[in-house]
């Protein structure tokens, strides 16, 4: 994944935002939708295309876009800033490949030392009977 060209890739789009606000909100665009368009993309190669449109198919558009909307702030540019780091966290979340797991068995030292437990444990319990007359 290559950033800097993603960043290019972006297109940005200002919408007024929703909700109470009185008459400041009805003249102002400081929403803004992030749109990046995975398939075309040249910042990924195509094993990462294929990775993301598979684990963000739920988020993706038809034609393979990807739309991100922030209107936390009053401020447009406070807006595309927080917008484009979600972008980046959800890629780098989504193209992370956990490491396999090597299956390993226990050493010979820790069964005898956990048998050894059990076998004193044993003992304990049946050293709390009742003898037999």
Do not use: W
Not at 71 to 83: A, C, I, L, P
Not at 107 to 128: D, P
């Amino acid at each position: 994944m290559n950033t800097s060209v993603l960043l290019r890739e972006l297109k940005f789009k200002a919408v007024r935002s929703s909700g109470a606000g009185g008459q400041h909100v009805n003249k102002v665009s400081s929403r803004i939708e992030l749109s990046f368009d995975i398939s075309n993309s040249l910042g990924l190669t195509d094993d990462e295309k294929l990775r993301l449109s598979k684990k963000l198919s739920s988020r993706i558009t038809k034609k393979g876009v990807l739309v991100l909307q922030c209107d936390d702030s009053r401020s447009q540019h406070r807006n595309k800033e927080v917008v484009i780091k979600r972008l980046i966290e959800i890629l780098k979340n989504n193209l992370y490949v956990p490491k396999r797991r090597k299956p390993t068995k226990p050493s010979k030292g820790s069964i005898k030392k956990r048998l050894e437990n059990k076998q004193k444990q044993s003992l304990k319990k049946v050293n709390r009977r009742k003898p037999l007359l």
